[in-house]
């Protein structure tokens, strides 16, 4: 079945943990797959042996259940209904909620290297939103040096520093070139236009503190980053 060899093991009763197990080794031990379909499901897999296919299968577990067995028919194509955790980014957190969707068998991802029949691919979306989370924490602590009422000198090292982190974490590829006095103005301008205040030395002085003026420094002082100060003007209007 798609190249490779497929078990199919269907669940109709309740089953220990340790056969579970078992089955799931000897099967790998011969290089087989093996897709455990069930006729009835606990919500959010409570059962102990639920629990531990959902835990080999990154978190999708196959059920054939009337609206699957209808669209088969339909069809002409096998279908199973796939229970799958699903995280989601809430503010700084990752929740994992239940969700199912009657899915084809060929939309179905047999893995030859790890042996995991899965739908969704949970293990990928989990690791994309901790990237995002961990990009986020680290573009507050750039923000939070970037706001300084500080001069650029004594900002220096430590924006370097977060910038490097800020890009390492992004997956952005070294090296960071160490921030000019334009490039810090930059983000200054970018962190004002987002948080509606001037901050850092954009704001250090009360009574220039308006967006013309700034724009006649970037225009004067910095012009290779005067197309990024309009590009910023334009998108945060």
Known sequence: FLGHTVAIEIQLSSTYLD???????????????????????TDHGHRLYEKDIYFHHNGNAFELT?????????TGVPH????????????????????ERVVPL?????????????????????????????????????????????????RSAELHAHLKHAARV?????????????????????????????VGELGASRGCANWPFWANVIFEHYPGYAKAFLRAAEHYQ
């Not at 199973?80 to 969700?99: F, G, K, M, S």
């Not at 990237?131 to 507050?140: I, N, W």
């Not at 590829?173 to 001037?198: C, H, K, Y």
């Open 19 to 41: 056969v579970i197990v078992a089955r799931e080794t000897f099967y790998r031990d011969n290089g087989t797959t093996v897709l455990w379909i069930f006729d009835r499901l």
């Open 66 to 74: 009337d609206q699957a067995i209808s669209e088969s028919e339909v």
């Open 80 to 99: 199973l209904t796939c229970h799958y955790r699903a995280p989601v980014l809430e503010q700084d957190n990752i929740r994992i909620e239940w969700r």
């Open 106 to 154: 060929s939309e179905i991802t047999f893995c030859t290297k790890t042996f995991r029949v899965f739908w969704y691919d949970y293990d990928a979306v989990l690791a994309d939103l901790q990237a995002q989370l961990a990009l986020g924490e680290a573009l507050e602590l750039l923000r939070s040096v970037i706001c300084l009422d500080a001069t650029v000198g004594a």
């Open 170 to 198: 992004a997956g952005i590829p070294a090296p960071v070139p160490e921030p000019d006095t334009g490039a810090v103005r930059m983000l200054e301008v970018i962190v004002s236009a987002q948080s509606g205040r001037f």
